[in-house]
């Protein structure tokens, strides 16, 4: 069953850190092309970073020089290292391949405030 579990969300205050991962099944991501996305109340879902099949990473303006993703191939397992985090970034945040192929799964909740 293909299904992406993702984890590691919380409150934060502002200036701190979060770990998320995103545990995959039925895929191989080194094959894939991996993205984080996030989505804050009463806006579209838009991508973070994302990482390609030989490892090279690509951040958009959200979260550049704040965030480094990264991946376990032996795990399936796609992370995203957020630092210096702000209240703008709370949001629900997702992984996906990029463009998007799989059912999205239920996200995990990142809220930064003090």
């Known amino acids: 069953q293909v299904q992406l579990v993702e984890s590691g969300g919380g409150l934060v205050q502002p200036g701190g850190s979060l770990r998320l991962s995103c545990a995959t099944y039925g895929i191989i991501i080194s094959n894939n092309v991996m993205a984080w996305y996030r989505q804050a109340p009463g806006k579209q879902r838009a991508l973070v970073a994302n990482?390609?099949?030989?490892?090279?990473?690509y951040y958009t303006s959200l979260m550049k020089g704040r965030a480094t993703i990264s991946r376990d191939n032996a795990k399936n397992t796609v992370y995203l290292q957020m630092n210096s985090l702000k209240p703008e970034d709370t949001a629900v945040y997702f992984c996906?391949?990029?463009?998007?192929?799989?059912?999205w799964g239920q996200g995990t909740q990142v809220t930064v405030a003090s």
């Open positions: 990482i390609n099949r030989s490892g090279s990473r």
């Open positions: 996906n391949t990029q463009p998007p192929s799989m059912d």
